[in-house]
């Protein structure tokens, strides 16, 4: 078990690709503290990391709200005694033409998607600095962070720019023994892709299903991504075997992007 013993916090862990990162790293032999702002997935969440025999703590925070988050990670290291982890994986979607944005619209998901990625690793850094340890930051981009996408452009300049930020930060911090990655999934089988493809069909006028079936059916290796396919890849991020690794986002998509 490369991370037993350690203490991982994972945002939007309540479902989805959070809650598989949440599930793994507790296989891996880590406590888990599980962020979100939905109280019921967080504790149903938590159950199945004890289940695992691991410790599990929740707290309701939105990111995109810096002090929140600095409370996270406050309650991480009182209630779980560490913290060494850091998973900004919390992140909303956003399906809409170029010439249909509004100003609501991109202030909204800048501040869940880019600026809750940013307090997330100021947060954790400080927090590593002041503890006087290593740590690890992860942070979720995709393949609309390698690639815009027709419909998803804010959405995609939101995962460009959690690129640029993980780029900068392993920059800032390899001195201080920290190392910030990001990891880019492709087409994952959860809510959020349920939503995109709803999104798309008001839009475009497709039948619903037909968007998510297109996407899936081009890629390489024939198959939807599973959350886990996506957890296995951060469980390598988060363990021993990825320190001589920062500032890297890459692709895990079963061939879709290719770079
Ligand atoms: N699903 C995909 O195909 C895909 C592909 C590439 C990247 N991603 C990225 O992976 C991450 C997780 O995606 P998912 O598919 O599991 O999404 P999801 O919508 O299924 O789950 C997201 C979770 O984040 C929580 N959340 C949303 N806004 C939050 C906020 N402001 N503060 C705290 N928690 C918040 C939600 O409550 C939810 O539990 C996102 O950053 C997403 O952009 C997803």
Not at 99 to 117: L, R, S
Not at 159 to 176: M, P, S
């Amino acid at each position: 078990m490369s991370i037993e013993g350690k203490v991982a916090l994972v945002t939007g862990a309540g479902q989805g690709i959070g809650r598989a990162i949440a599930l793994r790293l507790a296989k891996d032999g880590a406590d888990i503290a599980i962020v979100d702002l939905n109280e019921d997935k967080m504790r149903a969440v938590a159950q199945e990391v004890e289940a695992l025999g691991r410790k599990a703590t929740t707290f309701k925070a939105d990111v995109s709200d810096q002090k929140q988050v600095y409370a996270a990670i406050e309650h991480t290291e009182k209630e779980l005694g560490g913290f060494d982890i850091m998973v900004n994986n919390a992140g909303i979607a956003q399906v809409q033409a170029i010439a249909d944005v509004t100003p609501e619209e991109f202030d909204k998901i800048q501040k869940i998607n880019v600026a809750g990625t940013l307090w997330g690793i100021q947060a954790a850094a400080k927090k590593f600095i002041e503890r006087k340890q290593k740590g690890k930051i992860i942070n979720a981009s995709s393949i609309a962070g390698h690639n815009g996408f027709a419909l998803l452009g804010v959405y995609s300049a939101t995962k460009f720019a959690v690129r640029a930020l993980t780029q900068a930060a392993a920059q800032e911090y390899a001195g201080d023994g920290i190392t910030v990655n990001a990891y880019c999934p492709g087409v994952v089988g959860t809510d959020m892709w349920v939503e995109i493809d709803k999104r798309f069909a008001e839009i475009t006028g497709a039948e619903e299903g037909e968007t998510y079936k297109k996407y899936v059916d081009g890629i390489a290796l024939g198959r939807a991504q599973t959350p886990e396919d996506v957890a296995n890849f951060v469980s390598y991020l988060a363990g021993p075997d990825s320190d001589y690794m920062t500032g890297q986002a890459p692709l895990i998509d079963g061939g879709i992007v290719y770079r």
